[in-house]
């Protein structure tokens, strides 16, 4: 057991939520420019907040405990 913890990562906790179950939460990437093109149906859609894929869990939640 190591005698000290370390640093949580900083970008990683402002990116992202952590649920009562553990679960991360994630915005949607594309929605800070070139909106013009995008169609309203495309942007409605990158507003929404969805849960990080099982097999990306395990790097971020290195970085998060």
Do not use: E, P, W
């Amino acid at each position: 057991m190591s005698k000290y913890k370390l640093k949580s990562s900083s970008s990683i906790l402002k990116r992202f939520k952590i649920t009562g179950t553990g679960k991360l939460l994630r915005h949607k990437a594309c929605r800070s420019h070139l909106l013009q093109k995008k169609s309203s149906k495309h942007k409605q859609q990158l507003r929404k907040v969805v849960r990080v894929k099982y097999m990306d869990l395990s790097g971020l939640k290195l970085n998060i405990l």
